[in-house]
């Protein structure tokens, strides 16, 4: 005879109950249902499944699926037991994570919108910044053949993944990822559709081009873009522009002036860094009253709240190496640990947090002891609380910050200034003759 399964209820002041509150603020109240009469694995348990895993800390994937399907039967432990391999986990995911993935990142960008309250807009735009990085997978035939390898240096095969972050909050607003080999730019693209009307992109050196520009203008967006020695501008090509405004050049390569498609207006700022280095940023809002260029150095300056947000992703989340030996799987891990580092940004996201600085290590410390049930050897400080404390110290640098060991000086790569020539008299004809068609 077969005696029922006894569980523990969990009381509203166990920690891991208020991981669960918490975490069900964030996911969707329709289309993840909980209970699925056919398969032991329900939508909503597999993403929870999916996002424990990345929260949770181990060696290998066996390990970290252990520890997740543990709490999910703590969490639900009147519900049937999800299935306790991680092959059926992993097969199952791959089959409906894309279905997944929108159901979540649409309630995530609702929930973001909502915790980030004035910090939504900054200057009057909702200002994203964008940059790539590479992820590596482990060397396998299959991973090898897939994602190939980028250049000699990393021998290894790699992904490269590219993210939209929201700057004021740092908290991811969508990705994209590709082979080795793949074009940020390309990937770039693909994300326009998600970004609101009236975004503001920040972008490093790396975007700059005709058809990243052409596109964000397409679609109705601005942007800021750090552009480089690889860029050829046209100065006083005249125009609907003001004359006298030193500030306007065009960019118009060689191979769209033969075809007769007209150049873009742009706005140029020549700046310094804090190191005496110049720069020169393009901007395509003309409308100084808008956006002006304390503004523009700015949203600039925040751009390396991407980096910092790249950090948490590989350190503090030990997301630098996907672990799936095959590329099916390495391309769903990669997925969720990205919703993963997401939603543990949400979480912790508060006026506190975005006007002190986040510090996800804190946040993820607190998340893993409710995890692990570590806080009964503590004072039972509640979840929300130690969330809402997770902020950075305030430290600040007295001394250049140097490599203790050697090298000392690190290889840093000289970003030059474009190239801007005065616009000939053939190519000011050519232009107002296209202006004239156009009207």
């Known amino acids: 005879m077969a005696h029922p399964r006894p569980f523990r209820s969990l009381s509203p002041s166990d920690s891991l109950d208020q991981l669960r509150r918490h975490v069900a603020d964030l996911l969707p109240q329709r289309g993840l ?38 709490c999910l039967v703590q969490l639900y432990p009147s519900r049937r037991r999800p299935g306790g391999g991680y092959g059926g986990f992993i097969d199952r995911l791959v089959r409906h994570s894309g279905r997944l993935l929108g159901v979540v990142a649409r309630s995530l960008r609702g929930v973001l919108i909502e915790r980030a309250g004035g910090h939504w807009r900054t200057a009057g735009f909702v200002v994203f910044g964008v940059d790539g990085t590479k992820i590596s997978v482990p060397r396998t035939d299959a991973n090898l053949a897939d994602f190939e390898v980028a250049s000699r240096t990393h021998a290894g095969p790699e992904m490269l993944l590219t993210c939209l972050f929201h700057l004021a909050t740092r908290s991811l607003w969508s990705f994209r990822h590709d082979k080795a080999k793949g074009s940020e730019r390309g990937l770039l693209q693909q994300m326009l559709p998600d970004l609101p009307n009236d975004s503001l992109v920040v972008a490093d050196a790396g975007f700059v081009g005709w058809n990243t520009i052409t596109a964000l203008i397409d679609a109705g967006q601005h942007f800021v873009i750090r552009a480089g020695a690889n860029v050829n501008l046209i100065t006083r090509l005249g125009g609907h522009v003001r004359r006298d405004y030193d500030g306007i050049v065009h960019l118009w390569p060689e191979r769209k002036r033969q075809k007769n498609v007209p150049p ?42 991407v980096e910092v947000a790249y950090r948490w992703l590989k350190h503090t989340l030990a997301g630098r190496k996907m672990l799936s030996t095959s590329p099916a799987h390495a391309r769903v891990e990669l997925d969720w640990t990205m919703i993963g580092l997401w939603m543990l940004t949400l979480l912790a996201l508060s006026e506190r947090t975005i006007r002190d600085g986040l510090s996800l290590a804190t946040a993820l410390r607190a998340i893993r002891e409710a995890m692990t049930h570590r806080h009964r050897r503590r004072r039972r400080t509640p979840l929300a609380a130690r969330l809402l404390a997770a902020c950075t110290d305030g430290y600040r640098r007295r001394r250049p910050k140097s490599k203790r060991h050697w090298p000392r000086r690190a290889r840093i790569h000289r970003c030059k200034l474009p190239s801007a020539r005065t616009a000939t008299p053939r190519e000011i004809a050519k232009y107002q003759a296209i202006l004239a068609n156009a009207a």
Request: proline content about 2%; charged content about 30%; some cysteine.
């Open 33 to 70: 249902p909980l209970i699925d009469r056919a398969r032991r694995w329900s939508d909503r348990l597999l993403v929870l499944g999916a996002v424990l895993m990345c929260w949770g800390a181990g060696p290998a994937l066996h390990d970290r699926f252990a520890l997740a399907r543990s």
């Open 264 to 305: 873009v207006v742009l706005r140029r700022l020549l700046v310094r860094d804090r190191r005496g280095r110049e720069m020169c940023l393009l901007c395509n809002v003309l409308d100084t009253e808008r956006l002006d260029d304390a503004t523009i150095l700015k949203l600039y300056a925040a751009r390396w709240g």
